[in-house]
């Protein structure tokens, strides 16, 4: 998958899961703040990625997913 159809991906997954316009997600947009994340919707988030795009997220990398540029990063790079 290209990281063209990652970003057209997730923030259209994003856009409908979390209620946000879709405008609303830039590169450089924090996660949490913009899609107004609890730590249960984290759970959700992750959930999805995984189960979307293969793509298994530890809890130990969360801290290092800040922006949505870094989540599109990590999948790019954690692809199978």
């Given at each position: 998958m290209?990281?063209?159809e990652?970003i057209?991906?997730?923030?259209?997954?994003?856009a409908?899961?979390f209620?946000?316009?879709?405008?609303?997600?830039?590169?450089?947009?924090n996660?949490k703040?913009?899609l107004?994340?609890?730590?249960?919707n984290l759970?959700?988030?992750v959930?999805?990625v995984?189960q979307?795009?293969k793509v298994?997220?530890?809890i130990?990398?969360?801290?290092?997913i800040?922006t949505?540029k870094?989540?599109y990063?990590?999948i790019e790079?954690?692809q199978?």
């Amino acid at each position: 998958m290209t990281r063209e159809e990652i970003i057209k991906k997730i923030n259209s997954a994003m856009a409908d899961e979390f209620e946000v316009e879709e405008s609303d997600i830039t590169p450089d947009a924090n996660i949490k703040e913009t899609l107004e994340l609890d730590s249960l919707n984290l759970v959700d988030l992750v959930a999805m990625v995984q189960q979307e795009f293969k793509v298994q997220i530890p809890i130990a990398d969360l801290p290092k997913i800040q922006t949505f540029k870094n989540l599109y990063d990590y999948i790019e790079s954690h692809q199978g």
